[in-house]
């Protein structure tokens, strides 16, 4: 494949310089250097060329570079505690998870927003809240997230734990009038007050906002999707198929995995928006509305490309509708690329061998203890 460039010196000079960011990349020694090994001893060692913006296709017959993939790497293993207070933890975080009494309507929950049966989003280009009022931003899926170094598109939060308390209490979304309501409102529910004390033994006040968070946070850490993509970076050169490698050809010859890198393929970093073309929905500013910095504006976390082919619309805002769609756009605004359509397709075919498996048992909808 050839990503052909877009007129202009600035885009010439972008795409040059993030194809020279991942060669150099490529020799660092890091942690995941063992992997090395075992990738070239199972897809062979041929380089991989970053075609320049009017360069040459890379041959059919070559092997994607061992040292490319090492940019990437297996999501861990979850660490799922199956006795004790973390045990019972994360069963009252799955419980919280699915509870609408936590919204001051009693009819949102988190599970509302972030359908864990529909890869943690609701397919919505903005998400519906209390009274049926419309969310600033697109959803992301919490499959995954964990592993994030931030939380939320503008990173306002630091991880998991802190980010789940964040909807509960916004007007838009379930609209707890504020914290001491929550705690009252579980505090009625009988069955509520024994779990928590089991969750946080030894806490003066268990039933406690802060633990809400704790709790939903243990379970969301639980939520990891792993898949063909994992088991081809350990090793198995048959866990893609051909269409899928060669969409992964396009993906790092045109120099996307300078962002969607590691494990979580994103999570890693902030990036503006609109590079080398002003992005059309300037209205959000970012990670500015955080900073209250000019300079960060249209800046905002890097998603995760893991389950992308389940989890659109797509973005911030929500403005694309397929996957297809998403893959242009970021040629276009990030990297001064037009992919043709069988170039984007061919992206397309990689990203859906991203889908994993949902964790069927560890969702599944509890029973909520009664009352209020």
């Known amino acids: 494949m050839n990503p052909r460039g877009r007129t202009g010196c600035k885009s010439a000079l972008l795409f040059f310089g993030i194809a020279s960011a991942a060669l150099n990349g490529c020799g660092e020694q890091g942690p995941e250097s063992s992997q090395v090994t075992r990738i070239a001893a199972a897809h062979g060692a041929g380089a991989v060329h970053v075609a320049a913006a009017h360069g040459t296709a890379v041959p059919a017959s070559e092997e994607i570079n061992p040292r490319l993939l090492r940019r990437f790497l297996p999501l861990p293993d979850p660490r799922i505690a199956t006795d004790g207070a973390e045990a019972a933890k994360v069963s009252l975080g799955r419980m919280l998870f699915f509870d609408t009494r936590l919204s001051k309507s009693g009819d949102v929950a988190c599970n509302s927003c972030h359908a864990l049966d529909e890869y943690g ?41 802190a980010q789940a308390l964040g909807p509960i209490l916004n007007p838009k979304e379930m609209g707890a009038t504020d914290a001491a309501s929550v705690v009252s409102a579980l505090s009625s529910i009988p069955g509520y007050p024994p779990m928590f004390a089991k969750a946080f033994p030894g806490s003066k006040d268990p039933v406690s906002f802060p633990n809400v968070g704790a709790a939903i946070g243990a379970f969301e850490r639980g939520l990891v999707t792993p898949g063909r993509w994992d088991s081809y970076l350990r090793g198995d050169a048959n866990a893609l198929t051909a269409a899928e490698k060669k969409g992964l050809k396009v993906f790092l010859n045109s120099g996307c995995m300078v962002c969607h890198t590691g494990a979580y393929l994103g999570g890693s970093m902030f990036e503006r928006v609109g590079i080398v ?57 990030q990297l001064g690329l037009d992919f043709s359509s069988d170039e984007a397709d061919s992206i397309v075919a990689w990203l859906r061998s991203l889908t994993g498996e949902l964790p069927r048992t560890y969702i599944a909808r509890p029973t909520l203890p009664p009352g209020k």
Request: hydrophobic fraction near 30%.
């Open 121 to 161: 989003v609701d397919h919505r280009k903005r998400s519906l809240g209390i009274g049926g009022q419309e969310d600033g931003r697109n959803a992301p899926t919490v499959y995954n997230a964990a592993g994030h170094f931030t939380q939320f598109w503008d990173g306002r939060a630091s991880d998991v734990e």
């Open 277 to 333: 073309e002003p992005w059309p929905n300037q209205d959000d500013r970012g990670r500015a509305g955080v900073t209250k910095n000019d300079g960060d504006k249209m800046m905002f976390k890097v998603p995760s490309l893991r389950n992308v082919a389940r989890t659109g619309p797509y973005f911030h805002d929500g403005s694309a509708e397929t996957l297809e769609d998403a893959v242009k756009a970021m040629g276009r605004f």
